[in-house]
């Protein structure tokens, strides 16, 4: 289990990256996520018209906590790769051997 402490610090790296000039550029400049966007846009406005004003703020708040989670599933995903793929290359070859024995095991 991890402790708080290490979670705390966690989160606050999280929170550093969300807040970077370049992670913020990169939503802005995102072509898959500016369509994505644009999408929603036209979906909320449309459904402006029909949902009581109380209803479509719930609705907006949470869509924006699913991309938060969405966000910080993918944050913790990218660092575990990162780690990943740092400790197979520091140890080549185990990953040698590791290729070997699955390409004779699927034989």
Same mark, same amino acid.
């Given at each position: 289990?991890?402790?708080?402490?290490?979670?705390?610090?966690?989160?606050?790296?999280?929170?550093?990256?969300? /807040?970077?000039?370049?992670?913020?550029?990169? /939503?802005?400049?995102?072509?898959?996520?500016?369509? $994505?966007?644009?999408?929603?846009?036209?979906?909320?406005?449309? $459904?402006?018209?029909?949902?009581?004003?109380?209803?479509?703020?719930?609705?907006?708040?949470?869509?924006?906590?699913? *991309?938060?989670?969405?966000?910080? *599933? $993918?944050?913790?995903?990218?660092?575990?790769?990162?780690?990943?793929?740092?400790?197979?290359?520091?140890?080549?070859?185990?990953?040698?051997?590791?290729?070997?024995?699955?390409?004779? $095991?699927?034989?």
């Amino acid at each position: 289990m991890i402790d708080k402490k290490a979670l705390s610090t966690m989160a606050d790296i999280m929170d550093g990256i969300v /807040q970077s000039k370049e992670w913020a550029e990169l /939503q802005m400049n995102d072509p898959g996520i500016k369509a $994505a966007e644009s999408r929603l846009r036209r979906a909320m406005e449309s $459904a402006r018209a029909y949902l009581p004003a109380e209803d479509y703020m719930e609705l907006s708040d949470a869509q924006t906590g699913e *991309v938060s989670a969405h966000c910080d *599933v $993918a944050l913790l995903y990218g660092m575990r790769v990162t780690a990943l793929i740092q400790a197979a290359t520091a140890n080549p070859s185990e990953m040698t051997r590791f290729l070997l024995e699955r390409t004779v $095991a699927n034989r």
